[in-house]
């Protein structure tokens, strides 16, 4: 799957190779007949875009891993809101979860309370705590 993608990347660039060399051979063939001023505009265009793509380049062999690490993660690099968006789900995700345990951990410590309270406030004898029915005792809800 792997060498499929490389096969079609290299053929892709191949045939864009061939494309460039053909518009450079006709651009070549006319460019006797222009005049001068049109030359030199376009002496200027090329310079300048030799040198953009120059830069080009250098940016991405400066990025390196860190452009294969953003393309892998499925960041963009200069859209800085696709990123903020792609980590907002997990960071709710995140906070709905934490958020969740503390409740669970408040509801588990007031309803221990609320059986500590029952069981020193009533007036059972000690022997009552050593029953085994006292358990059902406990889960029973209050008559009154």
Known sequence: MKTDSTYKNAAREAAESRFARSVVACLSESAETVAPDVAERLRFAREKSLEIARRSRENTQDLGVTASGAAIA???????????????????????????????????IS???EVDEALLGDDLPINAYRDPGFSEFLKAAPSE
């Open 74 to 108: 499925g960041f963009s690099q200069s859209r800085w809101w696709l990123r903020l968006a792609s980590v907002l789900p997990l960071v709710a995700l995140v906070g709905g979860l934490v958020l969740i345990q503390d409740w669970q951990n408040r509801t588990q």
């Open 111 to 113: 309803v221990a309370a």
